[in-house]
């Protein structure tokens, strides 16, 4: 009897240790958690990602130049950007803003208001990782004819994509598509006005030089880029009031309603500072639910704006994900960057800093830290954590 007793309360036990290691089983995963071996490359096959890497106005200010210069007279700008190239070099597609036109030797350099810059500029920008460079802004026309096509000449010179000023018509009516691995991008790229320069150009070919920011021709635009295969349609837009780090209700309704036309991503160039971005859920007008993502300004890169704000910029990654045919946004976060200004040798030099990076950085005097450290607060600050990662 006693045996039995044992026996039964053995059996209850073991059967009560079994559903414990069933239950405990449970948590870790069931038998449809498992894929087959078929299916899991099926699903991997179809999965592709890319990188966009965005950066605000590359301005070439006379006091740049200078510390450019070399001793045979040439220029070399890749130091003013050596400590950023890591954070943009691997991307997938890497765009920048180019405010100025390239000129020659002979025809001379200047700085603001009408800049006009040694190519050197442009094989520094390829260094760094950039392959698209914007070319629609209010400088566009500071060389008139000759500064647009010669700095689309130098561009294609050294293999970079280019959107927003054109040589000629034909080629204003080519949208700029890039395909990368399988993902079809859309960049288009316009600007508010060229500083009154356009009085001085042919009337005709006023029409197709430059992108100028008509809310019909972008709207025309974006569905060419669709009609084109276009996954993803990312607008660079020059626009804004300079120093402003807010954001005005115009520009608001602009976004909105390019969103709702297909736009995915916008990025603003102009403002000289850092505004708003914001990654929001929207309907577009065919009814489909999609994340897009717009960046008011992106602020300065690089230039000799030394006041505080003008200081200072971001490089954005956005990751694009495209799986079964549907292209999202998976991912949106940025580097906050800063403009060092600093004497080396009698010389003045130039450097982008990624500014997470030195925040501790004992090179740097107690003013320069005290200003980094002001830089990372008031761009973290502007750009908030709203799904928006920040990277140091
Ligand atoms: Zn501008």
Known sequence: MLFNLRKKYFIILAFLIFL??????????TSTDIPTKGALSEEKKDIKTITITAVG???????????????????DFTPHFEEVREYIKDSDIAICNLETTISTPVKGYTGYPRFRSPEEIIPAIKYTGFNVVITANNHSLDNLEFG??????????????????????????KILIIDKKGIKVAILAYTFGTNGMEVHIDRGKLKYMVNYIEEEKILKDINRAKEEGADIVILYLHWGMEYARTVDEERKTLTDKLFRAGA?????????????????KITTDEGEEKEVFVAYSLGNFISNQRDRYQDSGVI????????????????????????????????????????????????????????IREVWKETTDIVGSDGIKIKD
């Open 20 to 29: 414990l290691f069933l239950m405990s089983g449970c948590n870790f995963y």
């Open 57 to 75: 106005d590359i301005m070439v200010h006379m006091p740049q130049a200078k510390s450019a210069i070399k001793p045979d007279g040439s220029y």
């Open 148 to 173: 647009v096509v010669n700095t689309l000449n130098a561009l294609d010179k050294y293999g970079l994509f280019h959107a927003g000023t054109y040589r000629n018509e034909e080629e204003s009516k």
């Open 264 to 280: 995915d991503i916008i990025l603003g160039t102009h403002p000289h500072v850092i505004q708003p971005m914001e990654k929001k």
């Open 316 to 371: 954005v990654n956005i990751t694009i994900t495209k799986k079964n045919d549907k292209t999202s946004i998976t991912e949106v976060s940025y580097v906050p960057t800063w403009v060092r200004v600093f004497k080396k040798e009698g010389k003045t030099q130039y450097r982008i800093l990624p500014v997470g990076k030195f925040l501790n950085c004992e090179e740097l005097s107690s003013t320069e830290l005290e200003r």
